[in-house]
């Protein structure tokens, strides 16, 4: 396993790579990995083979955070990283830093952004308004750099799978987008690098994410026809913001591909939520 | 030579090229072929040599162009263009239409851009404000769609010049900025599509362009050590406006690297500036 931390000699390697037709995925990731993010790694050699290579990149990109938020204390741990890397069957994690991903920012020689500017205004971009606009231009980097024909995310962040799908197909790159599973803990706590920012007593009152999850499950099985919205959102904001500790920050019924608010909760619906536990924001979200 | 107007079917072809290890190289343009378009062709075909393929594209991009402007009237020519492109060894005409770029944007289907943020502001991007977002988006999705890895532009756009050269080097596509030099008439107009809008009269007036420069760049012999600003803009835009056709729109010099706007003009300064001449808006540019 190679790791390379410079931006030129990724590309170089990759463009070798194209020459002699290598199949190629890559896993973007921000690194301190849990099962979820080798769940992807395991989905993207399954798509290019035993011989096909899989590329993780580890990167907690500036340009997703705002000010106030937590990029300063994001968990990082190389050498564990590196080592579930090399089990798991990575072949080159690639691990800029910031000089390598946006040199000269500071002195404004950095100014070019990708924005998708209609699925990212409401959910987490109503709660994160610049988020989206780096998530997209630092994954339209890591294609460039990487030249893979695929790329696997995960569904955790359904939003975000939804913006660079759109992304994808607007700007015609040549990349196949894959969506894993969310991996959950045996509990229902979906995988997250944040869960670590968890208190024990807050790790159990992040449950409330997959209970209200549930809750409108058993909802819907007992209104197949679908029912309206409120009916739904009533007693799951009122069971999640029962918990002390728990702040509902969104709650949203939408349809999965144009991320459209629906009236009513139907099968086929997509659920998606986040929450405050203590000072930590979770996500998570299901089709029904 | 073949004519493709469907963007999968120019981005299979442009798999297929990779495969191979085609040498490939991209023209972009709006059509309507002039001189200027022909040398960046020959450009093109003398870095990727004989057996390597160039691919020109003809497609006058509606998100550079704001409500008010002339995408309407934009000359138009395919027959012609054709023909041009066969008898100077272009090997692919890419013609798409709208709807092959820009699938389903009535819609609200189509929200991905591509935008500079700093050397885009001021210049063309102060008269034009939208203008360089739809450059930058509409060069990455051609990029994209042909692979190529070099691509030819014309110096007479210069800001457009640098801001891509930018974008490529922000996003890491793995491709090389070729800039051509701009080829003039014999009397020193700069070859443009947009020549056809003048009347006779007005094609006389617009000479004032590339006499402004050359006054600027006798300024310039006479003091070798540089001279302020408003020096050479001064009797430059008195020059021009004393025209009654003629009315400057911006006159600029700057880093040619930056766009910073500079104090003195000395030697290795980029002249830029604008002209209404009647309706029709022209641009020019020089290196003093």
Redesign the interface.
């Known amino acids: 396993m190679k790791v390379i931390h410079a931006?030129d000699a990724m590309?170089r390697l990759?463009?070798q790579w194209?020459?002699s037709?290598q199949r190629v995925a890559l896993v973007p990731t921000m690194g301190y990995l849990h099962a979820g993010h080798l769940s992807l790694v395991h989905e993207a050699r399954r798509r290019v083979g035993p011989a096909g290579l899989v590329v993780l990149s580890i990167y907690v990109n500036p340009t997703q955070f705002a000010p106030h938020e937590d990029l300063s204390r994001y968990p990082r741990d190389f050498a564990r990283d590196r080592q579930l890397c090399r089990k798991a069957g990575v072949d080159v994690i690639f691990a800029p830093d910031n000089e390598a991903m946006y040199p000269g920012k500071e002195q404004?020689q950095?100014?070019?952004?990708?924005?998708?500017?209609?699925?990212g205004r409401e959910l987490e971009g109503g709660t994160r308004p610049t988020h989206f606009r780096g998530v997209?231009?630092v994954v339209?980097?890591l294609f460039?750099?990487v030249?893979p024909e695929l790329a696997v995310f995960g569904a955790k962040d359904f939003q975000q799978s939804a913006i660079l799908r759109?992304?994808v197909k607007?700007?015609?790159?040549?990349i196949e987008m894959v969506v894993a599973p969310t991996v959950r803990e045996p509990d229902g706590l979906a995988m997250s690098s944040r869960n670590k920012y968890l208190s024990r007593s807050e790790r159990r009152t992040a449950l409330v994410l997959s209970y209200g999850m549930e809750v409108a499950r058993r909802l819907l099985l007992r209104h197949p026809g679908g029912l309206p919205v409120q009916k739904v959102v009533d007693p799951v904001a009122r069971i999640i913001n029962s918990q002390p500790a728990a702040r509902l920050d969104y709650l949203a019924f939408v349809d999965p591909l144009t991320l459209q608010p629906q009236k009513r909760v139907r099968p086929g619906v997509q659920m998606t939520l986040a929450v405050f536990v203590g000072k930590t924001r979770l996500i998570d979200n299901t089709r029904l």
Chains 1, 2 share one sequence.
Do not use: H, I, W
């Open positions: 931006a590309q990759a463009l194209r020459k037709n404004g950095y100014s070019t952004f990708v924005v998708e500017e209609v699925l997209t231009t339209a980097k460039n750099l030249l759109r992304m607007d700007l015609n790159f040549p």
